[in-house]
Each structure stands twice: as structure tokens, then as C-alpha cells.
Nanobody, 122 residues
Framework: VQLQASGGGLVQAGGSLRLSCAASGRTLSNYAMAWFRQAPGKEREFVAAIRWRGGSAYVDSVKGRFTISRDNAESTVYLQMNSLKPEDTAVYYC?????????????????WGKGTLVTVSS
């Protein structure tokens, strides 16, 4: 599976961005999809994840601001980010794994895309 993330950019605090992650190489049937982020000097952090047929999980710091969704027909997962804060600045990565669970540990995910940079200015 190849994952390609896009949609990052520079936005002012309070603004919005939508990230996309397109998958290719195989069907994502029964695969969970997730977004992680990594800020400079920090470890990679779980942001959100979604199951094949829906059901999602979020890190507390983005609840109510970010929404993860997926289009299985298009093999694409999205991350709608609203009310962005400077602390959301990071490289955002999409990842996938087979099965029902939505782990927060990045080591539990098999496939990774290259990141897309999100910069939120104050």
C-alpha cells in the first residue's frame, strides 16, 4: 500500500485546512486509517483514526476541532482541521493497519505516507 498525504500549508490561527491521504496498491477493505503528527524536537503523536466502516478516535487536544473521515470508494482519508492553533504546527502523516483496533502507538501501523507540513501562525 502506498499512501500519499497532501493539503498542508501555512494558515493563521483560527483558520482551517483539510488534509487528504490517497491510498494505492491495494484495497483498504478492513484497514483502519490514522493521522499522526510530529512537531520539531517532539515524538510522533497520534491525532485521529477511523475504522473501515466508521467509528473514530481522537487525541483530546483536537476533539471538537478536527474531524477524520474516509471515502472507501476513492481509497482516501481526510482530516478536516478547524480552529487551528500554533501548537498544531507539525508534519502530519497518514498511516494504515489492518483490523478493527485504533491504536495510538505508531508502531502498530504498517503503512505510512510521507508527511505534509502544517504551519499555523499566531
Amino acid at each position: 500500500v502506498q499512501l500519499q498525504a497532501s493539503g498542508g500549508g501555512l494558515v493563521q490561527a483560527g483558520g482551517s485546512l483539510r488534509l487528504s491521504c490517497a491510498a494505492s496498491g491495494r484495497t483498504l477493505s478492513n484497514y483502519a486509517m490514522a493521522w499522526f503528527r510530529q512537531a520539531p524536537g517532539k515524538e510522533r503523536e497520534f491525532v485521529a483514526a477511523i475504522r473501515w466502516r466508521g467509528g473514530s478516535a481522537y487525541v483530546d487536544s483536537v476533539k471538537g476541532r478536527f474531524t477524520i473521515s474516509r471515502d472507501n470508494a476513492e481509497s482516501t482519508v481526510y482530516l478536516q482541521m478547524n480552529s487551528l492553533k500554533p501548537e498544531d504546527t507539525a508534519v502530519y502523516y497518514c498511516a494504515s493497519r489492518s483490523g478493527y483496533q485504533l491504536p495510538v502507538d505508531p508502531d502498530e501501523y504498517i503503512y505510512w505516507g510521507k508527511g505534509t507540513l502544517v504551519t499555523v501562525s499566531s
